[in-house]
């Protein structure tokens, strides 16, 4: 019963708001230079959530009035709210132009300069590729401001692409998903969880780069992500490297020779006694001994995770070569099963 009544006087509420605003609009038409009907407009459509409107109502007032440092300072909190802390600086500085010891003015200007100023360092850092230092930054940030939901989103999205960019699957994935929680219609995030799935689960990537262009069509970078994931699921059903080995996308050629080393002792054919065990390890030193040879091959490797199969016969387009494995490569040498370690 309680409940209905609220809802009930919330209703009132919002369409007395309306109707005032239709009464207003009449006012100002024929008074336009007069602030406190603006004000008043202001007041309403903050009631009924039109926070934008309210910004256009406040703005004249600033000049409507003589040393109006309330609606600046009002302005600049508004403009905080909804996300544009730019705006908001711009405006708290012209209360206090107006009068620089305001002290609610200057209480708001440390805060929004805070922001700011922490925002600002961590896409420059982005810029610069240090992803560990603007996370840091926008971690800072949330702490700064946790009250205002679109500034922990935003960082939260920030973040998710900054482990995403520095190869750390683990944790940009778990980011991402909590960033795409937050914020389900924001394609950038899916594009960042792509990316991180890319090295782990191919069809999770091809899932988000499909959800993310849904949302925006003309993205060229999504269609070409898209593509890309779609190559790496196809390829990964014929032969993939990296599972052959068992070592992430991102490994680097250290961890590749090293994987490489491993499963060449464990599968190397003299280990064998029976001519099926030989033939069948024969088979698997043959991978992985070619999978090395791709990985540890910047020009091959870059083919791989493009979704190409550098020695699939059908993508040398002119080569004439035919054979199992395209390239100058014996992994045997002369038949005694010799190998670099």
Same mark, same amino acid.
């Given at each position: 019963?309680?409940?209905? /009544?609220?809802?009930?006087?919330?209703? #009132?509420?919002?369409?007395?708001?309306?109707?005032?605003?239709? #009464?207003?609009?009449?006012?100002?038409?024929?008074?336009?230079?007069?602030?406190? @009907?603006?004000?008043?407009?202001?007041?309403?459509?903050?009631?009924?959530?039109?926070?934008?409107?309210?910004?256009?109502?406040?703005?004249?007032?600033? /000049?409507?009035?003589?040393?109006?440092?309330?609606?600046?300072?009002? #302005?600049?909190?508004?403009?905080?709210?909804?996300?544009?802390?730019?705006?908001?600086?711009?405006?708290?500085?012209?209360?206090?132009?107006?009068?620089?010891?305001?002290?609610?003015?200057?209480s708001h200007y440390k805060q929004v300069k805070k922001l700011s100023r922490? #925002?600002?360092?961590?896409?420059?850092?982005?810029?610069?590729?240090?992803?560990?230092?603007?996370?840091?930054?926008?971690?800072?940030?949330?702490?700064?401001?946790?009250?205002?939901?679109?500034?922990?989103?935003?960082?939260?999205?920030?973040?998710?692409?900054?482990?995403?960019?520095?190869?750390?699957?683990?944790?940009?994935?778990?980011?991402?998903?909590?960033?795409?929680?937050?914020?389900?219609?924001?394609?950038?995030?899916?594009?960042?969880?792509?990316?991180? &799935?890319?090295?782990?689960?191919?069809?999770?990537?091809?899932?988000?780069?499909?959800? @993310?262009?849904?949302?925006?069509?003309?993205?060229?970078?999504?269609?070409?992500?898209?593509?890309?994931?779609?190559?790496?699921?196809?390829?990964?059903?014929?032969?993939?490297?990296?599972?052959?080995?068992?070592?992430?996308?991102?490994?680097? /050629?250290?961890?590749?020779?090293?994987?490489?080393?491993?499963?060449?002792?464990?599968?190397?054919?003299?280990?064998?006694?029976?001519?099926?065990?030989?033939?069948?390890?024969?088979?698997?030193?043959?991978?992985?001994?070619?999978?090395?040879?791709?990985?540890?091959?910047?020009?091959?490797?870059?083919?791989?995770?493009?979704?190409?199969?550098?020695?699939?016969?059908?993508?040398?387009?002119?080569?004439?070569?035919?054979?199992?494995?395209? &390239?100058?490569?014996?992994?045997?040498?002369?038949?005694?099963?010799? &190998?670099?370690?």
């Amino acid at each position: 019963e309680m409940g209905r /009544k609220l809802l009930a006087a919330g209703q #009132l509420a919002e369409a007395l708001s309306h109707y005032a605003i239709a #009464l207003l609009e009449k006012v100002i038409e024929v008074s336009p230079w007069d602030p406190s @009907a603006r004000e008043l407009r202001a007041e309403c459509y903050l009631e009924v959530g039109d926070l934008g409107k309210a910004v256009q109502d406040l703005k004249p007032t600033t /000049k409507l009035r003589n040393d109006n440092r309330a609606a600046y300072l009002k #302005l600049s909190k508004l403009y905080y709210s909804m996300g544009d802390h730019a705006e908001s600086l711009n405006h708290v500085r012209e209360c206090l132009k107006l009068d620089q010891d305001d002290k609610d003015c200057f209480s708001h200007y440390k805060q929004v300069k805070k922001l700011s100023r922490q #925002l600002e360092m961590a896409e420059e850092l982005i810029g610069e590729q240090r992803y560990e230092e603007a996370i840091e930054k926008y971690e800072a940030s949330i702490k700064t401001e946790p009250l205002v939901e679109v500034y922990s989103k935003r960082a939260k999205e920030r973040i998710c692409h900054c482990f995403s960019k520095s190869q750390r699957t683990e944790e940009a994935i778990s980011v991402c998903t909590e960033a795409h929680r937050r914020d389900p219609q924001n394609p950038l995030i899916l594009q960042d969880r792509a990316e991180a &799935f890319i090295n782990e689960e191919y069809e999770k990537a091809v899932e988000d780069f499909q959800l @993310a262009k849904e949302m925006d069509e003309e993205n060229e970078e999504l269609k070409e992500g898209l593509e890309r994931a779609q190559k790496l699921l196809k390829q990964s059903k014929k032969r993939d490297y990296y599972k052959i080995l068992g070592v992430k996308r991102n490994a680097n /050629k250290q961890e590749v020779i090293k994987a490489y080393r491993k499963l060449a002792q464990q599968w190397h054919p003299d280990n064998f006694q029976s001519e099926d065990e030989k033939r069948e390890a024969e088979k698997k030193f043959i991978d992985i001994a070619a999978a090395k040879e791709v990985l540890t091959d910047p020009e091959m490797r870059q083919k791989v995770d493009a979704g190409e199969d550098p020695l699939d016969p059908e993508n040398q387009q002119g080569s004439g070569h035919h054979q199992h494995w395209p &390239f100058e490569f014996n992994p045997f040498g002369s038949g005694n099963f010799q &190998f670099k370690f």
